[in-house]
Structure formats: structure tokens, C-alpha cells
T-cell receptor, first 109, second 111 residues
Framework: GQNIDQPTEMTATEGAIVQINCTYQ??????LFWYQQHAGEAPTFLSY????GLEEKGRFSSFLSRSKGYSYLLLKELQMKDSASYLC??????????FGKGTMLLVSP | DAGVTQSPTHLIKTRGQHVTLRCSPI?????VSWYQQVLGQGPQFIFQ???????GRGNFPDRFSARQFPNYSSELNVNALLLGDSALYLC??????????FGPGTRLTVT
């Protein structure tokens, strides 16, 4: 079965750093994705972790601990355009993604 | 290069009707997945196809079916529409590390 837990909402200030946590219980775990989704738009791919540790990509970094069933997305130097929903999606099997409900991030000036 | 394309963009149907949604993956991608997203929720996996074969199926009733064509485009069909089928239907093609690249979606409203 699949169980994914993320905070529903978070708020932060422009220029700050925010960490969005995700815990999961996924049978046949085979990697974890993070997606960004702006209101009314499709999700866009941000990061992928298959091994434990930190993956850095510009202002965004993602961390994975497979033994703890835990991941986080770290956003640095927040900008207004980062206001969006952030979806944690563990993968099982070939490429079946199970998405969490998402964390709505609101960045204020 | 064009990304994932979907048609139509919006659709309004009546309960009991049938609907067909279409998707073309990114050029060179051979796998297509379909997801349903209702407001306030993450996308829910419906189907995955690879080289015209069904590779995975989510927890959806048999009213939902799909197929993939030789050019890797795909159709999602939903029969006997219910009000609860109103949602954003997303198609995604699969990249090198199995990341999903989503199309803009089809907004289906069932009245």
C-alpha cells in the first residue's frame, strides 16, 4: 500500500529558506520525485532521488532517507513565483508514481 | 521540441455519456501515463502504457480504459460518466530516469 504525509500549508517570506517534509510508506519503493504545481497548471518536475542523500539543483535541493521513509525539499532565496503547491511522489515498480496531497506554499513580500 | 500535448482543453459532458481524451507524448518517449486530479488533491494514477502494452493500472473502475497507438499517442476513454468523474485529466510521458512530464491537462466537467 501507499501512505504519504506532507504538511497542508506553509508560509514564508521572500528571500528566506523553507523546508517541505514528506514521509511515506511505499511498497516496492524505487525512488522519489518532487513536483511543483501552480494553480490551474500541470505539475512540473523538480527533482528525483533514488539514493540516500542530498541532490542540489540551483535554488532547490531534495534529500532522501530510504530507511526512514523520509524526504524533504529545500527552497532557498524564496521568490514570489515560488508560491505553488509542492507534491511529493514516491515511485514503485517501473514508473508508477503515487502523489501526496501536496503542500501549498505561500511566499509573502 | 513540443512537450506533451492533450486535447481537448476543456470538455462538458452529461451524466451517462462517454468521453475520449487524447494525448501525444514528447517526441522519442515511448511510455504514457494517465492521471486524474480533483481539486485539493494530488494526481491519482489511472494507467500506464509502454510500447502499446498496459504496464500498470490504478484503482479505477472498468468504466475507465485506455490504449496506445503505434505512434505512441494515447487515448483515455471513460464510459457512463458520473458527477464524480469531474476532474483534471493529466497525461504524462516518461523521461530517462522515469520522471513524468505532464501535459496541460483536460478539464472535464460532468453535469
Amino acid at each position: 500500500g501507499q501512505n504519504i504525509d506532507q504538511p497542508t500549508e506553509m508560509t514564508a517570506t521572500e528571500g528566506a529558506i523553507v523546508q517541505i517534509n514528506c514521509t511515506y510508506q511505499t511498497s516496492g519503493f524505487n525512488g522519489l520525485f518532487w513536483y511543483q504545481q501552480h494553480a490551474g497548471e500541470a505539475p512540473t518536475f523538480l527533482s528525483y532521488n533514488v539514493l540516500d542523500g542530498l541532490e542540489e539543483k540551483g535554488r532547490f535541493s531534495s534529500f532522501l532517507s530510504r530507511s526512514k521513509g523520509y524526504s524533504y525539499l529545500l527552497l532557498k532565496e524564496l521568490q514570489m513565483k515560488d508560491s505553488a503547491s509542492y507534491l511529493c511522489a514516491p515511485k514503485s515498480g517501473y514508473s508508477t508514481l503515487t502523489f501526496g496531497k501536496g503542500t501549498m506554499l505561500l511566499v509573502s513580500p | 521540441d513540443a512537450g506533451v500535448t492533450q486535447s481537448p482543453t476543456h470538455l462538458i459532458k452529461t451524466r451517462g455519456q462517454h468521453v475520449t481524451l487524447r494525448c501525444s507524448p514528447i517526441s522519442g518517449h515511448k511510455s504514457v501515463s494517465w492521471y486524474q486530479q480533483v481539486l485539493g488533491q494530488g494526481p491519482q494514477f489511472i494507467f500506464q502504457y509502454y510500447e502499446k502494452e498496459e504496464r500498470g493500472r490504478g484503482n479505477f473502475p472498468d468504466r475507465f480504459s485506455a490504449r496506445q497507438f503505434p505512434n505512441y499517442s494515447s487515448e483515455l476513454n471513460v464510459n457512463a460518466l458520473l458527477l464524480g468523474d469531474s476532474a483534471l485529466y493529466l497525461c504524462a510521458s516518461t523521461g530517462v530516469v522515469n520522471e513524468q512530464y505532464f501535459g496541460p491537462g483536460t478539464r472535464l466537467t460532468v453535469t
